[in-house]
């Protein structure tokens, strides 16, 4: 129970310094619960030197922990050891992604979301060999696919505005 807290408050430490804020302001120990102090106890000496958003993105990942069943914490686990696994490199990368990510309209991560839940439930099989074809391809035919990609869903979206204009000009006419 002490090595899973103990995971627990590193896990969330590291979360909280992903997020790190440039906030002065930090919320006092006193203004935890008493549950909160007890499960972030080996913080207690770090907190008032802590940045609020640290603070609020550890508090929210102890709220999201303790809401888990054993399955979502033993996934959390995994992950977390995988992130801490990464090259620096790696994971710089993967935060540049992450906020271009959320720069996206709604409908676009949406959409995102729906594509990596469609390929998650493909078999492994299917998944690697689709991984192996994109990876053989050069990378100019890459580049040339998600260009004509993009570029097809601009037509598309420029036929439906010039549809929707006709039909607007019909019916006042």
Do not use: C
């Amino acid at each position: 129970m002490i090595n899973r807290l103990k995971y627990l408050l590193t896990f969330l430490y590291g979360i909280s310094i992903i997020t790190f804020s440039a906030s002065a302001w930090s919320a006092p120990w006193s203004a935890l619960n008493a549950e909160q102090q007890k499960s972030l106890i080996s913080l207690k000496e770090k907190w008032p030197s802590m940045e609020e958003k640290q603070q609020t993105t550890i508090i929210k990942g102890l709220t999201r922990w303790n809401n888990m069943n054993k399955e979502e914490r033993r996934n959390a686990r995994i992950r977390f050891k995988e992130w801490k696994d990464l090259p620096s490199t790696q994971k710089q990368t993967i935060r540049k992604r992450y906020h271009k990510f959320r720069q996206l309209a709604p409908k676009a991560q949406q959409n995102i979301i729906k594509k990596r839940n469609w390929f998650k439930g493909l078999p492994v099989k299917q998944q690697q060999v689709l991984k192996d074809q994109w990876k053989k391809l050069p990378e100019h035919k890459r580049r040339e696919f998600l260009q004509r990609r993009h570029t097809d869903k601009q037509t598309i979206r420029q036929k439906r505005i010039q549809q929707q204009r006709a039909q607007q000009h019909r019916i006042r006419h």
